[in-house]
Nanobody, 121 residues
Framework: QVQLVESGGGLVQAGGSLRLSCAASGRTFSMGWFRQAPGTERDFVAAIKWSGLNTYYADSVKGRFTISRDNAKNTVYLQMNSLKPEDTAVYYC?????????????????WGQGTQVTVSA
């Protein structure tokens, strides 16, 4: 089992930026970011393959968020620009034990504890 630790969340005004990090205790294959607002399901945000060459985004964040990874550091990042109040949620990173991008929570094997992102209007 891989341990995942997110960081970088916080409070930001609408239009601002945040960069989330997810440090893994070991090697990971495909990684993803999800978010969950109170009373809602955990929603897919972005995913990246081990190579970093293939990424996939939810329509709601496309063009504003960028997922990347540094395999030498076993770390995945989520750069969030032009933030909106509706981006407010707890953000989770997740890891798969197999290759291939995935967009549903059940396709991931390991999860971090989450980091809160709050965007004020």
């Amino acid at each position: 089992q891989v341990q995942l630790v997110e960081s970088g969340g916080g409070l930001v005004q609408a239009g601002g930026s945040l960069r989330l990090s997810c440090a893994a205790s070991g090697r990971t294959f495909s990684m993803g970011w999800f978010r969950q607002a109170p009373g809602t399901e955990r929603d897919f945000v972005a995913a990246i393959k081990w190579s970093g060459l293939n990424t996939y985004y939810a329509d709601s964040v496309k063009g504003r968020f960028t997922i990347s990874r540094d395999n030498a550091k076993n770390t995945v990042y989520l750069q969030m620009n032009s933030l909106k109040p509706e981006d407010t949620a707890v953000y989770y990173c997740a890891a798969r034990k197999i290759l291939g991008l995935a967009t549903t929570p059940t396709q991931y094997d390991d999860w971090g504890q989450g980091t809160q992102v709050t965007v004020s209007a």
